[in-house]
């Protein structure tokens, strides 16, 4: 909320909140690269492409549909595996609770690992 925000900025300087971001920029690129790769190898897979350029797709509008759906749902997934437990090191260390992201993991790692993924369900 706002007044916690406020609170925490006027006990920890406004620097505070940017602690952790760094835990999210070496999540970003390999979680885009898993999502990417794997949208483009689901719908090669669901959809093959012909070579013949002048050739009317085979394919009906719902298999398309449905292909690009699911290569959308399962590729979402493999992204936010990885997205959410980089978010939820970087909350904690915003909040305080962790001297740095490698003390945040070996604690959460030490304590069943199970709080990496708590907020995977509401992504």
Do not use: C
């Not at 971001?21 to 093959?48: K, N, Q, R």
């Not at 909040?95 to 992201?101: D, F």
Request: glycine share 8%; net charge positive.
């Amino acid at each position: 909320s706002y007044a916690a925000a406020l609170d925490l900025v006027s006990k920890r300087g406004s620097g505070f909140l940017w602690r952790g971001s760094t835990t999210l920029a070496w999540a970003v690129i390999p979680a885009h690269a898993a999502l990417f790769s794997t949208y483009e190898t689901i719908l090669d897979i669901g959809l093959p492409r012909r070579h013949n350029n002048n050739q009317k797709s085979e394919y009906s509008g719902q298999q398309v549909a449905m292909v690009g759906f699911f290569a959308g749902s399962f590729s979402g997934l493999i992204h936010d595996l990885i997205m959410v437990p980089a978010e939820t090191i970087k909350q904690r260390l915003q909040l305080g609770y962790y001297k740095n992201a490698s003390h945040a993991i070996r604690r959460m790692a030490r304590n069943g690992g199970h709080s990496f993924f708590r907020s995977l369900p509401t992504t």
